[in-house]
């Protein structure tokens, strides 16, 4: 274990690996910090670039970027009342009220110090939890994935949005996307309607930059701004940030945990973890008459929460390969591409690369207090960027990621209409992060399913005849069950 | 352009049936019972059912419009814009090899910046220093064998 820790050290300072690190952390505050570019986004973008990389600096550069561009949302939020990633929504109306009564570094400050201390406490609960789960794990067999994968599809239709149904219209489309090509268990090829280019399957990325980046660049295009916003002057970020912590040391650490185990979740990530922080720290609050009003507390634990959330996300995506959140489904579909499957033998197989994982998460959460102190200094700059350049660049971007994983053309179409469908899809509110899900464990949920059932030949109860697997399936048909009767017993309208 | 729940339905149940039927047709492996087409199946059936519970939650509304357009239909800047971005993809899709990247990339790269609102010299500036600076980051460092087209032999 300790050669693998020496080993991961290296992964992680090696000169190239650092400079990774820290282009990425510079893309993820700039991306985060401009309203109406996500994070996921980033991370799409980002997924061309991590194809030409070795696994540590190509998953280093996702990490750094998302822990960024989660808190780089912050700033806009604060400063002109814009979240900068929907993660920053919940509470962007307390930060701005800050700013009003003069506070802008008061609040920036807050944020800052919240995320970073987030995002170690996330980190340090995937370390102490991952390789215990993994331990369990490693006894699973194809019943019990099987049922994972169910879990995590479920969650991730049924939590992410409003709408369940809308929620699982989406997976179910992700896992027929994921069956075009050939089958690998029977060699037949399917719905690839005589073209030689689909016969390989959809590649991940073409279908990743189009669902995600093209219906952004729609909106971008057709948005009109008339004028640039006004920044406020700002104050010292660090001024009283100290007794600020102190003051509001409880709700931090709720914030952590609170975000952690949303993180979890499959499905939920920093988004809903800092509503649901936002909302219980005002629930639990001695004077909830003061949020909404530029209060610090409601953005101590709700700053803390989304962070966390980051780390938390990974522990189901490494331990089971099931995604916590939209990022980590990205990361998984990259992890697949370096040739390393997620799971439990992960742990065995490179342990080095997983330490590698959690240092990267601790560098990238300490350096987010320089680099965030500078960016907020530079925000003046960044927030008044022209929209025009950055339309620009991510639609070439899109363009030569999407060609550069084959150096095919094909791809490029593949891109396109799959942003068509995304566009589509978002104008009519069905959530295109279960459908990215469904795309990457599409193959793992077929291929247990049908190996259990080969297994069982043809005996259904062979998919609960294991202890574990039955309680899954307990699991997972309590959460169909649960939000079947929710859906009929309210008798709420499909998109309510 | 936003569907209503019932005509969104009913586009998802055919969806699903299309699905459901192009896997059976799929042949089946001799000696095994669950083919190529028995998980597709079973999508086909799952899809068709959530587009008719959609259609049959839907019909009980009456507030919904069958379809409703994006309302950046009305204003011929927008419109003009989405197809540059539609015909961007397109052009470099089919004659991406022909274009070559960095003439394509100069030309997309100003054409979005000017219709955005930037000055059209400074726009060019940007556009020409970023097709190279992309061309060197994806061509050169990334090994992407980016197209050359028109300015093959050039470069």
Redesign the interface.
Known sequence: MTDAIVMAFGHVFAPYTLMVIGIASLLGIILGSIPGLTAVMGAALLVPFTFFMDPVPAIASLVAMSAMAIFAGDIPATLVRIPGTPASAAYADEAYKLTLKGQPGRALGMCMASSAIGGIFGTIALIVAAPALATVATSFSSPEYFWLGLLGLSCAAFLAAGSPLRGLIALLLGLFLSCIGIDVATGITRFAFGSTELMGGLDFIPVLVGLFAVPELVRMMTTRIDARPRIPPLTNIFRGLGRDLWTWRKPVMRGNIVGTLIGILPGAGADIAAWVSYAVSKKLSRTPEKFGTGHLEGLAEAGASNNSALGGAWIPTIVFGIPGDSITAIVIGVLILKGMEPGPAIFVKTPDLIYAVFIVFILANLIMVPLGWAVIRLSRHILTVPRGAVAAFILVTCIIGAYAINNALFDVGVMLAMGVLGWFMEENDIPVAPAILGLVLGKVVEFNFIQTMIKGQGDLTMLVSRPIAAVLAVVVVGIWAATAWNMTRNRQPAHA | ???S?AA?GVL?AVL?GA?LI??LR??G?PG?????????AI??T??AG??A??FV??M??RDQALVVL?A?LG?G??VL??A???A???L???F??DIG?IPF?VV???????????PMLR?LV??AV??FA?HLL?GTL?????PDGILEGVL
Request: charged fraction near 10%; avoid cysteine.
């Open positions: 352009m936003r569907l729940d969104l998802v699903g699905v192009a896997s799929l042949p492996v095994q019972e669950y083919g190529a087409g028995f998980f597709p999508l086909g799952l899809i959530a587009g519970a959609l939650s839907g009980k509304r994006p950046w204003d800047w927008a814009n989405v540059i971005l539609a961007a993809i397109i470099f899709a089919v991406g090899d990247f990339a997309v790269l100003w054409l979005v910046q000017v219709r955005l609102g930037t726009a940007v556009a970023g097709a992309l994806f990334l090994r992407v064998p980016l």
